[in-house]
């Protein structure tokens, strides 16, 4: 998927005075990973409490859960795991 692609800060990434285009699926999981639910007010249901999640007793249905958020938005993954404090996410490449 391509699109606008932004910095670590959330900044638009501007190469050769225009905004850079580029996949931009890696952005967009680690932007619905990190939200809570109900951060995105245009869909309330989305988010994935990763930070809630790490922090507090872990779901059993939390990958489950995430993977079908990100399946929504058109992002297919391969794994989605907590380990050591932090989210590991592999995403399926295309052909």
Known sequence: MKGILVDDNGNMVISGGHVAIGDNRTQLAQHLIGAFTGE????PTLGGNARR???GTPDPFWAGNVKGQLKQCHIDVERLRVIDGGVEVEIKTKN
Do not use: G, S, T
């Open 53 to 55: 999640m790490i922090a």
């Open 40 to 43: 995105y007010k245009h869909a």
